[in-house]
């Protein structure tokens, strides 16, 4: 990954998920606060400006411009956990930034978040997303694949880990407080955390990276 293609992928997550903002409040609003479309929606319109105003010269920095403005930018509780998560990977990606590369830093941003957010598998956060994202990328690398199949692989497992969620009953956060009414409803976070690798996984095939 080079520092054009990290950029393409923070905006293609904008848009994605300011095309899925209603759709992202109103999971929200069945078992949180309602505002995570809103709010994530901001957050990255504040994450292009930052990467505008200081073009960042690796994708490290892409990461850490990021997760910072992120933190500072998103309110409720994902900004910070988007935050960190963005932040560790930058902190951990070294360079040449490979596959293997970025699959150590993502999981390492991952485990960011769990530490944070003190979610595991199965408590229907953007856990139950991120982690399948996280396992798929890192099989992707010791089975030799190419970066395009293994960002599409991460994909689907984020977007399968997020459908997992709805029979789930949630055991962090905000929907936590609703029991067994949080059952039948997707989590917003692991749908979001779908939609950023949805992203990827968008731009990895518009560039044509199919080799690691």
């Given at each position: ?33 309602g ?60 360079s ?56 599409e692989?991460?994909?689907?497992a ?25 059952i ?29």
């Amino acid at each position: 990954m080079d520092t054009a293609l990290c950029l393409a992928w923070f905006e293609e997550a904008a848009r994605l998920v300011h095309r899925d903002r209603d759709r992202l409040t109103a999971l929200d609003a069945a078992i949180g606060d309602g505002d995570h479309g809103a709010n994530l929606d901001r957050g990255l319109t504040e994450v292009g400006k930052a990467l505008a105003e200081s073009p960042p010269g690796s994708p490290a920095e892409t990461l850490l411009t990021v997760g910072t403005t992120l933190i500072r930018r998103v309110g409720g509780a994902s900004g910070p956990l988007y935050g960190s998560l963005f932040r560790q990977m930058g902190r951990t990606l070294g360079s040449p930034a490979t596959l293997a590369a970025f699959a150590s830093a993502f999981d390492e941003g991952v485990v960011a978040v769990e530490r944070l957010g003190k979610a595991a598998l199965g408590d229907k956060t953007m856990i139950d997303a991120l982690v399948p994202a996280s396992r798929a990328l890192s099989l992707a690398v010791r089975d030799g694949v190419g970066v395009l199949q293994a960002v599409e692989q991460a994909a689907r497992a984020a977007q399968e880990g997020a459908e997992a969620t709805i029979p789930m009953q949630a055991r962090k956060g905000r929907a936590s407080y609703l029991g067994e009414r949080s059952i039948g409803h997707m989590d917003p976070g692991a749908s979001s955390s779908a939609l950023f690798m949805e992203a990827l996984a968008a731009v990895v095939r518009r560039a044509g990276a199919g080799a690691a």
